[in-house]
């Protein structure tokens, strides 16, 4: 049992290094789009640059998982699409609404994917699970000092942030579903190269504004590919070996409270009693959900086809720990 919650404990820090990658990028990308970049030319560049990041290092340094077979081609071009999606939608919003009441949209994707589970996998989803969540949600909407004033929103801006939530949370889903057969970085690598080749068809490459591209604006699009993408789904993609999707989306709303605790100690911004309290509730939150009993919340260890062999040990011993308490 011991291994089990050194493992779990590894799912929840590699999502919380997710969610504090995206906090940084999400300010960046915010910045970017008062220039000339539009939304759709930041979310079609952090594509490609990932691949072109990502598919090269897999060569050079693990070349096993740069490999894919003809039957495995629609399920990675799924989540290339869903890639599009999720970054067309979530840009879209926040261009259009507060970044604070885009970020709480999204962040309805834990319930969501507890929805999901329960329903079309006809699953049992524990009843702390739901608390959790909905903890979480509501830490998000005091961090963010989203208020009750929020009749503005345009159906527009409303309509992607839906979008945002609903394929942020089939991301979560797709990717804990490969990780049982592929290495999380295959699942990216190639989910970011389709969606790359899906925008070069949306949105052919000698349309892209390069002139609105200065040295200080390309470094930003390099990060937000590499570090708030590769790595921040990455992280994510890592994690769901180690925990199932419901914690691994409620883990991740801590982003905004991440993001908030970046401007206080770099920014010198003001905390107020609200946002402390929905950080409180958001760290209670995901500590709820890390207390979920290991038999309702422990993931399938079926072990990835290109996993390294370390790991597989370590998912079979958490194996054969679960069926021992199992069956006393």
């Known amino acids: 049992m011991n291994a089990f919650i050194s493992l779990t404990w590894r799912g929840h820090a590699c999502a919380l290094g997710a969610a504090a990658l995206w906090a940084v990028s999400a300010a960046l990308a915010k910045g970017l789009f008062s220039g000339s970049l539009d939304v759709?030319?930041?979310a079609q560049t952090r594509a490609l640059v990932g691949f072109l990041f990502l598919w090269p290092a897999l060569l050079?340094?693990?070349r096993p998982l740069a490999r894919l077979a003809p039957r495995e081609v629609p399920f990675m071009a799924l989540v290339g699409a869903n890639f599009v999606l999720i970054h067309a939608s979530y840009y879209?919003?926040?261009s259009l609404m507060p970044v604070a009441v885009a970020i709480l949209i999204q962040y309805m994707a834990p319930l969501l994917i507890l929805a999901w589970v329960r329903g079309a996998r006809r699953?049992?989803?524990e009843p702390t699970l739901w608390a959790a969540a909905l903890l979480c949600l509501a830490g998000c909407a005091l961090v963010a000092g989203v208020s009750g004033d929020v009749g503005g929103i345009g159906a527009r801006g409303l309509a992607?942030?839906?979008v945002s939530a609903i394929t942020y949370a089939a991301y979560i889903l797709l990717a804990e579903s490969g990780v049982r057969r592929f290495s999380p970085w295959t699942i990216l690598c190639?989910?970011?190269g389709f969606a790359a080749l899906f925008w070069g068809v949306l949105r052919p490459w000698w349309r892209f504004p390069y002139q609105a591209l200065t040295p200080g604006t390309a470094g930003l699009l390099v990060f937000i590919?590499?570090?708030?993408?590769?790595?921040?789904?990455g992280l994510v993609s890592v994690a769901l070996r180690y925990l199932p999707a419901g914690p691994v989306g409620i883990t991740t709303t801590a982003e905004p409270v991440i993001a908030a605790g970046v401007a206080f100690i770099h920014l010198h911004e003001h905390l107020t009693a609200t946002q402390l309290a929905g950080g409180a509730l958001v760290l209670a939150g995901i500590l709820l959900s890390h207390r979920v009993p290991a038999g309702e919340a422990a993931p399938e260890w079926h072990g990835s086809r290109r996993a390294e062999e370390g790991q597989e040990g370590a998912a079979a011993g958490v194996r054969g720990t679960l069926r021992r308490e199992q069956g006393r």
């Open 123 to 125: 699953r049992p989803v």
């Open 225 to 233: 590919a590499v570090m708030g993408t590769v790595l921040a789904f």
């Open 60 to 62: 050079l340094f693990r």
């Open 160 to 162: 992607a942030g839906v």
């Open 40 to 42: 759709f030319s930041v």
């Open 190 to 192: 190639y989910g970011l």
């Open 92 to 94: 879209y919003a926040i």
